[in-house]
């Protein structure tokens, strides 16, 4: 009996999430690649093979190149910020000082709201006669249609984003500044070294994984916005708010476009694949290994 | 000395600068949530406290939307979801981190795949498969549910998450269990799964927030708004009342009051900085 057990129980085990793993990733994984070979043109009910057209399709596409565009701004807009912001903030609040706690709760606040509040928020502030615009004519400018205006909607939709990850990226510096030496913090101060130079000879070097891992993690998470976009913009004015991810669900579920979707979807999927493959291999080495 | 006092000030505000323009966004749609009719929310400048103060944008709102549903609806899938990640995570990560068994790295690297492949980039076909598997409230409410929660049932995070505390496990304790008679299921459910349970706690909060949050895949199978959960019917509010800002915003605070609560009341695991596993990408 106990043989049996032994022999079996790994198995048995893995049952249940190897058949939820199969069924919900693996399969779709595949379908994902398969029905980007397809078109859906003529009918949802009769795909044709169609080889490489929807990718043809999508390399001669201007919305596909304008998408693009878009989620690359966005990226390199919002990570950069989301790497650097939270550990200047995470230093401050590792200093000796009052009320860490409270700090700690109000940053961290956005991160548990759920994005679509946070999203509707943001919209509110945004209203064409709405609270910052009203500063923007306080500072002698014009109002802004930070939703409705294609110069600006792109980043406006950028700092909700990163007014909600803020909080979530300091709490992981947080974790790993328990870890830097505090000696060598004492050493700086001996030879005099100002607020500056000292963390950017001891923290920074130090925090390197972290602020790897940071921006790799925050690099896949921008590349899969879809909420602050489907709750503010839609994707406009003209596109000029639409990134990936939207661009593919409004393919999928709106313009019944299967293969062009999935197409799109195998784009998406290369470009986060060499992130994470980045970020397993090199960053979180130690959580996976066997 | 006087040094010293100039750092730590300067520390504070910058802190107390930031504090602000974390809750400007909610303290503005309360302050909203709260005006009367006859009080002009574009009024310039802004008023911050409502001149007008009133309750009855919450109270037309909650007789209007089914705010109880929605929340009912988030319980449930949130639930049910945090119930078959511990279960199905931690059943997965005990033989990776104990067992020894042919396709061992076969397993694990296949788990370790799904962590690199977005839900977005695979969610059409997923959501074709839910159809196929009946899982849509246009079915019924329990099938429903099943189609919310099953394809986030669980995780690879949740399993190495798992892995990693089954390791800490000293071996004697299994060992010992077996002498007495224990087979392999009872020593998993009665000593090592009991030995895990503050990672257990870790995995469901976060898991918990998670799919509270949730709102590209319900928005994608939802077709009742019987069955909406909080994200998608609040996103909602915005078509149903269009322009009266009075009760999107009384509408979006309402449905973040339990969340709220949820935190402060387990802020510890969120805040502590202890919980640096938890970190998910």
């Known amino acids: 009996m106990f043989s049996f057990y032994k022999k079996y129980a790994p198995y048995l085990f893995l049952l249940p999430a190897g058949v939820v793993l199969i069924v919900f990733f693996f399969i779709p994984f595949f379908q994902t690649i398969g029905l980007s070979f397809f078109g859906y043109e003529n009918s949802i009910y009769d795909p044709a093979f169609i080889g490489f057209g929807n990718y043809k399709k999508l390399v001669t596409s201007p919305v596909f190149y304008k998408v693009m565009a878009n989620t690359f701004i966005y990226l390199f807009a919002v990570v950069p910020f989301l790497v650097i912001f939270p550990l200047f903030l995470a230093i401050l609040i590792n200093q000796k000082i009052r009320c860490v706690t409270l700090y700690k709760i109000l940053i961290y606040l956005p991160v548990i709201v759920s994005i679509v509040v946070a999203a509707i ?20 400018y014009n109002p802004v249609g930070w939703l409705t205006d294609p110069k600006y909607s792109l980043y406006s939709v950028a700092i909700v984003t990163i007014w909600k990850g803020v909080g979530y990226y300091m709490m992981i510096y947080l974790a790993s500044l328990m870890s830097v030496p505090q000696d060598l913090y004492e050493a700086c101060d001996i030879d005099g070294a100002g607020f500056l130079k000292k963390h950017l000879t001891v923290t920074v070097p130090h925090l390197m994984p972290t602020i790897a891992l940071v921006s790799t993690i925050s690099a896949i998470s921008a590349m899969k916005v879809f909420a602050e976009i489907y709750v503010m913009t839609k994707g406009g004015p003209l596109n000029s708010s639409k990134t990936i991810v939207y661009y593919i669900y409004e393919r999928a579920f709106e313009n019944l476009d299967l293969g062009y979707a999935s197409a799109l979807s195998v784009v998406l999927l290369v470009i986060v694949l060499a992130f994470s493959v980045i970020n397993v291999l090199f960053f979180e080495k130690n959580r996976y290994q066997i | 000395m006087i040094r010293k006092f100039v750092e730590k000030l300067s520390i504070h505000s910058i802190l107390i600068f930031v504090s602000l323009l974390s809750i400007f966004p909610f303290i503005w ?21 409502p001149q007008q103060f009133t309750w009855n944008n919450y109270v037309g709102v909650w007789y209007k939307v089914n705010f109880m549903g929605y929340f009912v609806n988030s319980m449930i899938v949130a ?14 990560a005990y033989p990776l981190a104990r067992m020894n068994f042919a396709g061992k790295k076969i397993f694990f690297f296949a788990i370790l795949a799904t ?51 089954f390791l800490t496990v000293p071996k004697e304790m299994e060992e010992a269990a077996i002498v007495d008679g224990c087979n392999v299921f009872q020593v998993f459910f009665k000593v090592v799964l009991p030995m895990v349970k503050p990672t257990l706690a870790v995995l469901a909060i976060f898991t918990f927030i998670g799919s509270w949050g949730e709102f590209l895949w319900p928005s994608i199978v939802l077709t009742k708004d019987a069955m909406y959960t909080l994200p998608v019917g609040v996103n909602n509010l915005q078509g149903m009342f269009s322009s009266n800002w009075r009760f999107i915003a009384a509408g979006s605070i309402l449905s973040t009051v339990p969340i709220v609560i949820f935190f402060l009341a387990l802020q510890k695991y969120f805040i502590s900085g202890e919980n640096d596993g938890a970190v998910k990408g």
């Open chain 2, 29 to 49: 749609l309360i302050s909203t949530s709260l005006k009367g009719l006859d009080e002009n929310i574009f009024a310039y400048p802004p008023v911050l406290i």
């Open chain 2, 115 to 165: 962590i690199m492949v977005p839900f977005q980039a695979i969610m059409l076909p997923v959501y074709l498969i839910t159809i196929k598997l009946h899982l849509l409230d246009s079915v019924n409410n329990i099938m429903g549910y099943l189609g919310l929660v099953m394809p986030f049932a669980v995780s690879a995070f949740g399993i190495f998450l798992m892995r990693q505390a």
């Open chain 2, 79 to 92: 639930g049910l979801t945090v119930f078959l990640n511990l279960l199905l995570s931690s059943l997965a």
């Open chain 1, 121 to 140: 928020a943001f919209k509110w502030l945004y209203a064409q006669n709405g609270i910052l615009n009203y500063f923007m004519q306080t500072f002698g």
